[in-house]
């Protein structure tokens, strides 16, 4: 009898199991959502930026706003991990907005709210000047040349924020000239009459222990008309080409070569500046010694820092023919008014025929240095992969 009342016992608890499983799985879970850094935290790194990620489950929305201005960030591709475009501006309040969802049709969502803030920068860099000018038309061959207020230590940090947009798909990369510059160039001209910007997401970057950027820099240009000029020293003639076309030719008279001071350079120069008059003063030589001069230019636009300009000069009887100038080039006053009216910064001049070789940072030489070279000079540079990076570069930006 017992054995009996035993084995019904048994039954019983079997019937109940069944009948636990037909009322189907336990629900799933809710995901779990954590946010770095974490809420109510006073003093987050700014550098570090925002992380978000969801645990069993997808984020499905991700609101961040930065003392009321919405912060750009991204989501991978598994749909778990969001995290900020960019550095985080310092010294302010974030407010974080986050939902998700477990995977299945029907599952629980969970919503985290909260607010974190980031440390105040003890010392700050900003960008002290940028060329191009906000607004200015240049050549296809115009550098953008950024100069800080401070020595930048950690040059990655502060490259990988400088992001180049153009209306036409170009490839280009930052070089470090000095602890305070970078310049950007393309590794083939700029395609003519489109529309650039520079965007420097520096809010927040660390430039150095302590060293933090405050605010962001833009700047918006435009490139123009394809305009190259080629100079013969040996022909004594300079030919101006506009779209493929040409537009100018010019008799022209140049460094006569007595010396490296007076021997014009080699190379691809670009336009940088010009004015009319310029002083010109003889370098190294005080008024009576031989050799001196001080004389007012007219026309004269420069094409390198160790005084090399295109000038007008009434010297008609050597243009065309032989070479007699300190160095520079001139032509036929009339001539030089037309190219010093119809000349951008940034237009390339190559010049050929003399021994002398423009340095590529003998003002703004950067074309003297070919791609692979250039690409040395990026904080970002690594020789290791086959494309000498450390990640492919991302394909080019283009504005809508």
Not at 282 to 293: H, L, T, W
Request: aromatic share 8%; proline share 8%.
């Amino acid at each position: 009898m017992r054995r009996a009342l035993l084995l019904l016992s048994g039954l019983l608890l079997a019937g109940g199991c069944s009948l636990v499983r037909a009322e189907g799985p336990a629900a799933p879970a809710p995901p779990v959502i954590a946010v770095s850094p974490a809420f109510d935290t006073d003093q987050a790194r700014p550098d570090r930026g925002l992380v978000v990620k969801a645990t069993g489950g997808r984020l499905s929305k991700v609101d961040v706003y930065a003392g009321g201005v919405a912060v750009p960030g991204r989501l991978d591709p598994t749909g778990t991990v969001w995290r900020s475009t960019w550095t985080l501006p310092p010294g302010v309040e974030h407010t974080v907005t986050v939902t998700a969802t477990a995977t299945g049709p029907e599952g629980p969502a969970t919503l985290a709210m909260g607010r974190f803030r980031t440390r105040a920068a003890a010392r700050a860099f900003k960008v002290a000047s940028v060329s191009p000018q906000p607004g200015e038309a240049v050549g296809v061959g115009a550098p953008i040349i950024v100069t800080f207020d401070s020595p930048i230590r950690d040059k990655a940090a502060v490259e990988r924020a400088m992001e180049v947009h153009s209306t036409k798909p170009v490839e280009g990369a930052w070089r470090w000239t000095s602890d305070t510059e970078a310049v950007y160039r393309t590794r083939h001209y700029w395609p003519a009459r489109q529309q650039v910007a520079l965007t420097a997401h520096l809010a927040g970057v660390r430039s150095a222990p302590g060293v933090y950027g405050t605010a962001d820099h833009e700047l918006a240009f435009t490139i123009g008309r394809r305009q190259t000029s080629a100079v013969n020293t040996l022909t004594h003639q300079m030919v101006v080409r506009r779209d493929g076309r040409i537009v100018q030719s010019m008799a022209i008279s140049a460094g006569m070569g007595t010396t490296r001071e007076y021997t014009t350079t080699s190379g691809i120069h670009l336009t940088m500046e010009k004015g009319n008059p310029v002083r010109m003063i003889s370098p190294g030589r005080s008024k009576g010694e031989p050799g001196f001069y001080d004389l007012m230019i007219d026309h004269a636009v420069r094409i390198s820092n160790s005084g090399e300009y295109v000038h007008a000069k009434n010297n008609v009887w050597a243009q065309g023919r032989v070479n007699v100038s300190h160095g520079c080039v001139n032509a036929r006053p009339d001539q030089a008014a037309w190219f010093y009216d119809n000349s951008l910064r940034g237009d390339p001049v190559t010049v050929i025929g003399t021994d002398r070789e423009l340095e590529w940072n003998n003002g703004w030489g950067y074309w003297q240095l070919p791609w692979e070279k250039w690409i040395q000079g990026s904080a970002l540079y690594d020789p290791r992969p086959s494309s000498g990076w450390i990640a492919t570069a991302p394909p080019p930006n283009t504005l809508p």
